[in-house]
């Protein structure tokens, strides 16, 4: 799913998001397509997700049937659920159109199903370290205000991520010159691309802010909980290189092949902390509820 979700994004960066024409699943009429770079990128983002799709379906299969752990039977659940959503996605961007909202839907389904299989994957993880039935120490519970709190951030994070995927499928990223300014101003006049870029950079500064926020509690109000503690630190350090790779895109944004790397960067990170809340989203539910024992104990 990482490398369906980043292969994606080379698709849009180097602008071959045509390089098989208006076809799906063919490209130009071929299973093998012509040997042009474009074809090549775009063929092999939608191999790769193909076999995301197919791990999805018998990790499915497998969890569904032959395993009894209900968590992770949601995991497996959801993933497939949103690998199927976004690859149909996918295929009518390519058919019928390449517009900026179907596009930014498209990445942000992506980044669920990644956030799904990541879960998926270290409760697994977690349930085989487990296998052997050791005692398991209580987890002392969280507030209703601390659950809450993490699903606003967590949902926040979603919609900011729309805001810059928006940003690129418009064009918009250079909208906004400038570091810490937007044009020489604190507040530029705002008409197309710049308000575009304006709104994304409003909505990325105020989910700084926000996760300080949770951070702070699930740091200070959770001494003898070192999982909600290590999700707060882990949560802030991810929001503010996020914030740094945003500013060197802006930095980098005239030279192709460095703004290419950096914008690469700019979305695994933001990738990783969608998945970090995820978690710290079900943790914080589970534990609001007084849920003890071996769902997600060993973080």
């Known amino acids: 799913m990482f490398l369906a979700t980043m292969g994606g ?4 960066k180097s602008g071959s998001g ?65 690998v199927l959503v976004q690859a149909v996605m996918g ?3 390519v058919v019928f159109s390449q517009s900026a909202p179907i596009m930014a839907l498209h ?16 409760g697994a993880r977690r349930m085989d370290q487990q296998k052997g039935d050791l005692p398991i120490p209580d987890e002392p519970p969280v507030s209703k205000g601390m659950r809450n709190l993490t699903w606003f951030a967590t949902i926040y994070t979603y919609m ?24 020489g101003s604190i507040l530029p006049e705002l008409s197309g691309g710049v308000a575009v ?54 930095v980098t944004m005239k030279v192709p092949e460095w703004y290419f790397f950096s914008s690469m960067l700019h979305t695994l990170l933001i990738q990783i902390l969608f998945g970090v809340l995820c978690y710290m989203s079900v943790r914080v539910w589970q534990l609001s509820r007084g849920t003890r024992g071996k769902i997600g104990q060993n973080l």
């Open 9 to 12: 994004l080379v698709v849009t």
């Open 18 to 82: 045509l390089g098989c024409g208006t076809e799906w699943p063919l490209c130009h009429g071929k299973f093998v397509p012509a040997y042009t770079i474009s074809s090549l990128i775009e063929y092999s983002h939608r191999a790769i997700s193909a076999l995301a799709g197919l791990t999805a379906l018998f990790s499915f299969i497998g969890f569904i049937f032959f395993n009894k752990h209900r968590e992770l039977k949601v995991y497996a659940s959801l993933t497939l659920l949103f």
């Open 91 to 93: 295929a009518l961007a």
């Open 160 to 183: 900011v991520v729309y805001t810059g995927a928006f940003v690129t499928h418009t064009d918009s990223r250079g909208g906004c010159s400038g570091v810490l300014l937007c044009n």
């Open 197 to 250: 870029a304006f709104f994304h950079r409003v909505a990325a500064y105020s989910l700084l802010i926000v996760i300080a926020v949770l951070a702070h509690y699930a740091y200070r109000r959770h001494p003898y909980n070192p999982g909600i503690r290590k999700l707060g630190v882990t949560a802030i350090v991810f929001i503010i290189m996020q914030i740094l790779s945003g500013m060197l895109n802006i």
């Open 107 to 122: 990445f942000g389904f992506a980044m669920i199903a990644f956030a799904s299989s990541s879960m998926m994957a270290l």
